[in-house]
């Protein structure tokens, strides 16, 4: 399973733990797992609008938390749920890059079964490893 | 759990001394019944007991009977700092900067009020924009919003939004001076200045209540807040800053944690916990963003109110001034103030951190209104959407926490599971056939929302009463809600 809510962990909120064998599987997994928070199926957002995204960090966990914040960005500032169409992620001299493009649509209370709202992607028992099966992270998200 | 090193002073009182933990500075200080207490995670007192760490604190860390888990200081959690040589944290104050509460009188009874109250509701829930990335009752542009940022509810007053009474009735005046629009970053604005009178989701929700006369615990004081006739209905409102104010604090946490390893050569005990000297350009520029996050959500809970006396007009077919819908009170819950307050019997300035904590000012302070002086600040604290929440007034005895009490009831149960247990349909169909209407945009936010997931509100309010923090003036039991 690509990732999975954790009931152990943040009682006041939402917690959730991503596992995937490439960098760029992981980070599409936890943005899949932070979007399910808002919305209960992610099938039910057509691609009508598109994003590109470039970010670039000294570590590849504190991209991911930075290429997170990016769907919460978009949700309030432009009122859209987005999912990444493709990510490629690069290790630099200096740090990590990543470019990604997005696909979605304008939030519809109507058509997309609406959870709860997130408010921040925390540091809060945030673990990001890379072991010989491949990457894992948690993340706890501030609702 | 009872912790190692915990000294009991009274039956709602307890230390842990600087011995629990290497680097201490001041001892944690935790108000609560020995039931509360025992129910605390451990990760609260570990909290609590880094907070008693960090630079400039003065007397104590303070954890407050509705303590739990946070980031960086549990929720229900207190401290001061010297201005001069403390630190600022935004993990004492928050992500939702401003979160707070706003309590509204009506003339209405429960009896006028029931006949139309799936009506109201209804139409409350359909004018006021409430759950995932809805937009605001108000349509501002970028440079109107900079404007709402600088002056809180001056700007709602000049636009005809508010009375002065409301601003009067507001902690702060409903703006805190020195908010300068430019120390906030445009993703800020750009997350923010559509959300002007939004509810947002989660705990967030506005809530029409009842105060029947057995509920009732301070007739005097009621009444001074205008509470006299039996059955009087209020509205509540418990919302933030939203998309603004959380991207200020996730501005600050991460410039913060790069002062403190470039420039301060600081040891980062917990990333949440991230700080940096009060008096310090980074201090300061994130000072000021808050209190732009701490306007703009004064801002959002007028706006909202606004909305809700116009659908009271508009279902009752009467004028304001005829349905008495006069503001009782707002108080912030999350933000960080320059207080005066007496230390080692003299007054001193304290920078204060309230993190899931209420200002409780007693009878005669200053800056509460003239009209409350003889029975001290309102405080309003909030309860779960099936057990209603209470009003009540700070006292004289509060300067033990700085004139701090509790924010609400805090959770028991983690959100995940809380959906898995209950069904957001089943519980808002029980709720009706218990006399409460809930209109929601998420049943499965509501789920999350159920009251067994939270502590029980009638324990905390009355921990913090024996503690002598703030006292009870009535319970506001919901006869409607609704909520993201």
Not at chain 1, 30 to 50: H, T, Y
Not at chain 1, 73 to 99: M, N, T
Not at chain 2, 52 to 65: D, V
Not at chain 2, 333 to 339: F, G, I, S, Y
Request: with cysteine.
């Amino acid at each position: 399973m690509p990732f999975f809510y954790r009931d152990d962990l943040a009682a006041a909120d939402i917690a959730f733990q991503a596992e995937a064998e490439g960098l760029e599987e992981l980070f599409d997994s936890a943005w899949q797992a932070l979007l399910g928070v808002m919305v209960r199926d992610l099938s039910q957002i057509k691609r009508r609008e598109k994003r590109e995204i470039q970010l670039k960090h000294e570590s590849p966990s504190m991209l991911l938390l930075a290429f997170l914040e990016e769907a919460l960005f978009y949700k309030d500032a432009q009122g859209l749920f987005l999912l990444p169409v493709k990510i490629k992620i690069s290790q630099l001299s200096d740090g990590w890059e990543l470019y990604a493009r997005l696909a979605g649509e304008a939030i519809d209370g109507h058509r997309h079964e609406l959870g709860t709202d997130v408010k921040a992607v925390t540091l809060h028992g945030f673990e990001f490893e890379h072991t010989d099966k491949g990457w894992s992270t948690i993340v706890v998200l501030d609702i | 759990m009872r912790l190692e090193g915990l000294k009991k002073l009274s039956d709602v009182s307890w230390e842990l001394s600087t011995a629990y933990k290497p680097g201490m500075k001041v001892p944690v200080r935790i108000f609560a019944s020995e039931k509360l207490l025992n129910n605390m995670e451990k990760e609260v007192f570990e909290q609590i007991s880094n907070v008693a760490c960090l630079p400039g604190i003065i007397e104590y860390a303070f954890c407050l009977p509705d303590g739990h888990t946070g980031y960086g200081f549990p929720i229900g959690g207190t401290a001061a700092f010297d201005p001069r040589t403390g630190i600022i944290s935004p993990g004492g104050i928050g992500f939702d900067i401003n979160c707070g509460m706003r309590l509204m009188r009506t003339s209405l009874t429960a009896e006028e009020v029931r006949p139309r109250l799936e009506k109201l509701v209804d139409t409350l829930f359909a004018r006021i924009p409430t759950g995932v990335g809805t937009g605001g009752i108000c349509s501002v542009t970028r440079d109107e919003f900079y404007d709402l940022l600088e002056q809180g509810m001056q700007w709602c007053l000049k636009k005809g939004y508010a009375v002065v009474r409301d601003l009067e009735r507001t902690e702060e005046h409903g703006c805190m001076a020195g908010a300068k629009a430019g120390s906030v970053s445009r993703k800020a604005v750009e997350r923010g200045y559509k959300q002007v009178g939004s509810l947002g989701s989660g705990n967030h929700y506005l809530e029409i209540q009842v105060v029947t006369p057995e509920n009732i615990h301070d007739k005097k004081a009621a009444e001074v807040m205008g509470l006299t006739v039996p059955n009087q209905v209020v509205v509540m409102v418990h919302c933030g800053s939203r998309g603004f104010g959380h991207q200020v604090a996730q501005d600050s946490i991460y410039k913060f944690l790069q002062a403190m390893q470039q420039k301060y050569h600081s040891n980062i005990r917990d990333r949440q916990l991230a700080c940096v000297p009060f008096d310090s350009p980074e201090g300061q520029e994130y000072f000021s963003a808050m209190k732009c996050a701490v306007n703009m959500a004064f801002v959002n809970r007028q706006m909202i109110m606004s909305r809700v006396r116009e659908v009271f007009c508009d279902i009752f077919k009467r004028h304001e001034s005829e349905l008495g819908l006069e503001q009782i009170y707002d108080v912030t819950h999350n933000t960080a103030k320059l207080e005066t307050h007496t230390v080692k019997g003299k007054p001193r300035e304290l920078l204060l951190h309230r993190k899931g904590a209420t200002r409780a000012f007693g009878p005669g302070m200053s800056d509460i209104p003239a009209e409350f002086a003889g029975i001290g600040q309102p405080v309003i604290i909030g309860g779960s959407m099936e057990t209603g929440s209470y009003l009540l007034t700070g006292t004289k005895e509060g300067g033990k926490t700085f004139f701090t009490t509790a924010h609400g009831s805090g959770r028991v149960m983690g959100r995940h599971q809380a959906k898995k247990q209950f069904d957001g349909r089943e519980l808002a169909a029980g709720m009706k056939k218990k006399g409460i209407y809930i209109r929601c945009a998420s049943y499965a936010g509501l789920a999350e929302e159920a009251g067994a997931a939270y502590k029980n509100i009638d324990q905390v309010v009355k921990a913090a009463e024996d503690a002598g923090l703030s006292r009870r003036v009535a319970k506001l039991v919901p006869l409607g809600n609704i909520k993201g």
